[in-house]
């Protein structure tokens, strides 16, 4: 029998989670209900669908019902067959399936195997027209471990980006524009500044332990409650966690619901891409957000990233809102310093998150503009993108716009620094308020004349 099959046969039939019993360390203090993970679900979870539910428990995904059948813990002798798969990594094992063959016995220090990293590709085919990375880190050393496979998908979706190249970082908020975006107010509606942060020594929530993820709850709650001034806040756990002594249970319906009917909270995983990653385990332990008195400033902790820290207000005065993300990002960092802890960054690939696509600085700085007669172009998309920018709906990628409002930010994230990358958005986006304008006042000719010469 092949080691695939063996390991297959201990695996649950259908759309099942496994509970594991997890050993208990200094983070499972609350835990020994058997109504709560790592031993069972919560009771929130239990209401979800079985497809769900299997992803929430304590071992990996596994849903015949979703095809979500790949193993993590271990990696097959045989390579799946991903001939139908469209993403970088399938496509690239595909060519080169001697890669697969020299990791498949190889785990990095902290037991993160190739497997654990491509299992979202493998369970996930994706669209033809779509192509994703098919591929997370587990830990901040599979991005060197796994180099021949991590590298070629990086390059190839950050449009060519070399082995020995080093990504600068910029944060200083004296060098970002002073350009002002809508000197009207008419058309920029809303700024925001995003971005996602690693904890160095912790594994990647591809990987991530129940007494690790309490232990990032903790040392990075401690960072955010130290901030002072406008970012002043507190802490929110999801409804149902009890990893946070001092709100056991966590928030309120309503007020996850409130947060969520705004757009500023996330929910549980609902997609088999990221079940598959391993982001639903344990839910909803140990996850949660903080916000400032203003409600400007968000960081959510334990989602798809350790941390994802958001900036954001009305109007178009990007640089205050990139002041507060640049000022929280380097307060909390100092915290997380004095606990022994750093973020994740190197120089090359500069800081370092879960999925190749956000490597780098990981940032999206945008604006959500009105802008109903540039956006009337067939060429819209394509005139962002030649400024380096990109162009939304209202509802994210991919979505349509609603009544020719554009959420439209940087559109590279690896390569250049936070920085440049703010004031490409700035430049780009001042072009397009300074467009529609003149297409309201009849100067088509002189925008045409305008866009001829990018």
């Known amino acids: 029998m092949s080691k695939t099959m063996k390991r297959g046969l201990g695996l649950a039939a259908a759309c099942t989670a496994g509970f594991g019993i997890a050993s208990f360390g200094k983070g499972g203090g609350n ?37 979500a059948t790949y193993p993590a813990d271990f990696t097959p002798d045989q390579m799946p067959d991903m001939t139908n798969h469209s993403s970088f990594m399938a496509e690239f094992l ?13 785990t990095t220090k902290n037991g993160v195997t190739l497997a654990k990293c491509i299992k979202t590709g493998v369970d996930n ?48 908020i004296n060098h970002v524009l002073d350009t002002k975006i809508d000197p009207s107010g008419k058309y920029v509606l809303t700024s925001r500044v995003r971005t996602g942060r690693s904890v160095r020594g912790i594994r990647l929530p591809p990987a991530i332990g129940f007494d690790e993820r309490r232990e990032l709850e903790r040392v990075c709650v401690k960072g955010l409650l ?16 009890m990893s946070y002594q001092p709100k056991m249970g966590g928030m309120s319906e309503k007020k ?33 957000i903080f916000h400032n008195d203003a409600k400007n400033f968000f960081v959510w902790v334990g989602e798809e990233d350790h941390l994802r820290i958001v900036s954001m207000q009305k109007g178009d005065d990007i640089k205050d ?54 956006s009337q172009r067939k060429d819209f998309k394509n005139m962002c993108k030649k400024m380096g920018l990109q162009a ?63």
């Open 226 to 241: 130290n901030l002072k001034g406008v970012l002043k806040g507190d802490y929110f756990p999801l409804h149902g966690s």
């Open 125 to 172: 085919p994706g669209h033809p027209m779509i192509k994703t990375c098919g591929i997370t880190a587990g830990d901040e050393e599979s991005f060197t471990v796994f180099a021949d496979l991590f590298e070629p998908v990086i390059s190839a979706r950050h449009g060519g980006y070399p082995r020995n190249a080093k990504h600068p970082t910029d944060m200083d």
């Open 321 to 374: 809102v990139f002041r507060r993300f640049s000022t929280a990002c380097n307060e909390v960092q100092k915290v997380l310093k004095s606990e022994g802890y750093d973020f994740m960054h190197n120089e090359h690939l500069g800081y370092i998150l879960t999925c190749p696509s956000n490597l780098g600085t990981g940032l999206r700085a945008g604006q959500m503009l009105n802008i109903p007669l540039v």
């Open 31 to 67: 835990c020994a209900s058997l109504d709560y993970p790592p031993k069972a679900m919560s009771p929130g979870v239990r209401k979800l669908p079985k497809w769900i539910q299997a992803g929430c428990g304590d071992k990996e995904y596994y849903c015949t019902e979703k095809g």
């Open 256 to 288: 996850e619901e409130e947060l969520r009917s705004a757009g500023n909270l996330f929910q549980e995983p609902d997609s088999t891409l990221l079940l598959a990653s391993g982001m639903g385990r344990h839910w909803p332990d140990a996850r949660g």
């Open 392 to 454: 939304r709906g209202t509802a994210g990628v991919d979505s349509a716009s609603v009544g020719g409002k554009w959420d439209v930010s940087n559109a590279d994230r690896l390569g250049k620094s936070e920085v440049q990358l703010v004031n490409i958005m700035i430049s780009g986006n001042s072009k397009l308020v300074k467009w529609e304008q003149m297409l309201e006042q009849g100067k088509t000719k002189e925008v045409e004349a305008e866009i001829a010469k990018m």
């Open 94 to 106: 595909r060519d080169h399936p001697e890669i697969y063959a020299k990791y498949k016995d190889v």
